[in-house]
């Protein structure tokens, strides 16, 4: 079973231990898709790529993908196949499976509802998450006690994961807090109503909080910079980001085989690029406008992907960038989760946050004043968060 154990609660976040499948994981931890996980391990023999405590698979699935796996035994039987191949590779010692549902996936009906439990089961994951599609709460909470029972009647020990896409949600989950394992916060659209429900109802208490496709960057700071593993402000203690469908890759990966050379510069232009030493996620192009093509990014990450890359070498290895940019910000989010821990437990989160400032300005933005009892000056960052 997974537990989880709150060792400090500070007022800008809290750190913890997480036992899942026997693994202890020091949170806040960031969680690494399947692909991006498989890619780190290619990238100099970094040490961190190794270290990877949870890994996760996104499967995606579509109204028309239920029905096929409802009525095609055979084709159902190759889904699974395949997403047991793919959690399989992963070299996290613990793993998880989540399953993004369209929005016209509107119900499961038993059957299918109980073959993706099934299916998570025979996949050896660390936490078996219960399957939210679109539907109210009331509709969901009958999903929850399907999986109570039918974690009972197979006497499976692997521990269960509420989703809460809402507040009322949350409320719900929280009269079965003693039967699950922990509770997942999807974030596909920043819900602050729901952040806050999580900081005021579970940071103090010892629930292992995961938060499913957090967003890339905030509309409160124009796109400009993102929370990052500073979500955890809000009490969470596992971060995975958002990922691309299939569908979505492939649409994107057409475009750019029909580009020619200048349109595909353009194009790598408008990705942006996280940038750890203060949270911004500005785009390549205004990145090159206020550098020049000829800066490393190395002045803002040390990743492995970043050490030797210029901003202009950059945008000129389409259709690479896209995966190399996923790659460096795992790269940077474990480093970030690792120098935040050590804030927690050092006292020197205020520290922390000042050198982050477009996080700290999406924190002020979305609750207000934030906590000053060991703010002191922070480094100067490359950008003014405006």
């Given amino acids: 079973m997974s537990s989880f154990v709150v060792e400090v609660d500070d007022a800008n976040g809290r750190q913890g ?11 806040p931890a960031y969680v690494a898709s399947d692909d991006v996980c498989h890619e780190m391990v290619g990238f100099s023999g970094d040490s961190r790529c190794h270290n990877t405590c949870i890994g996760e698979y996104d499967l995606w699935m579509q109204r028309s993908d239920v029905e096929r796996i409802r009525l095609h035994p055979d084709e159902k039987e190759a889904m699974e196949e395949a997403a047991c191949e793919k959690i399989n590779r992963m070299q996290s010692p613990a793993k998880m499976l989540h399953f993004n549902f369209f929005t016209d996936v509107a119900g499961l009906n038993k059957e299918t509802f109980v073959d ?16 939210h599609v679109f539907s109210d709460t009331q509709t969901y909470e009958q999903s929850v006690l399907a999986a109570l029972e039918w974690q009972q009647n197979t006497w499976s020990e692997v521990p269960l994961m509420g989703i809460a896409r809402t507040p009322e949600d949350l409320l719900m ?13 999807d974030c596909r659209r920043f819900d602050k109503p729901l952040l806050y429900q999580v900081k005021k109802m579970l940071k103090k208490q010892d629930v292992w909080v995961h938060a499913f496709s957090v967003p890339l960057q905030y509309r409160e700071v124009q796109n400009k910079g993102t929370l990052g593993m500073l979500i955890n402000w809000f009490g969470v203690d596992t971060v995975n980001t958002i990922a691309l469908s299939n569908t979505v890759r492939d649409y994107f990966t057409g475009i750019i085989s029909r580009m020619d050379g200048p349109k595909e510069v353009e194009f790598a232009k408008r990705i942006h690029y996280f940038a ?21 990014l190395s002045r803002f990450c040390d990743c492995p992907v970043c050490r030797d890359l210029t901003i202009g070498g950059a945008v000129k290895k389409l259709p690479e960038l896209y995966l190399m940019n996923q790659v460096h910000r ?57």
């Avoid at 231990?17 to 949170?27: A, K, P």
């Avoid at 989950?173 to 997942?184: D, W």
């Fill in 173 to 185: 989950l929280e009269h079965y807090l003693p039967q699950l394992g922990g509770i997942g916060i």
């Fill in 17 to 27: 231990v997480l036992d899942i499948g026997g693994n202890h994981v020091m949170t």
């Fill in 116 to 131: 993706l439990l099934r299916l998570q089961y025979r996949a050896g994951v660390g936490v078996i998450e219960i399957p």
């Fill in 276 to 296: 750890p030493c203060d949270y911004s996620t500005f785009s390549f192009g205004k990145l090159e406008e206020r550098y020049g093509e000829g800066q490393r």
């Fill in 330 to 386: 795992a790269f940077a989010y474990y480093q970030e989760s690792e120098e935040y821990q050590r804030a927690l437990i050092n006292n020197e989160t205020g520290i922390f946050l000042d050198g982050r400032p477009f996080a700290a300005e999406i924190i002020r933005r979305s609750s207000g004043p934030l906590p000053a009892a060991d703010r002191v000056a922070g480094p100067a960052a490359p950008y003014e968060a405006r």
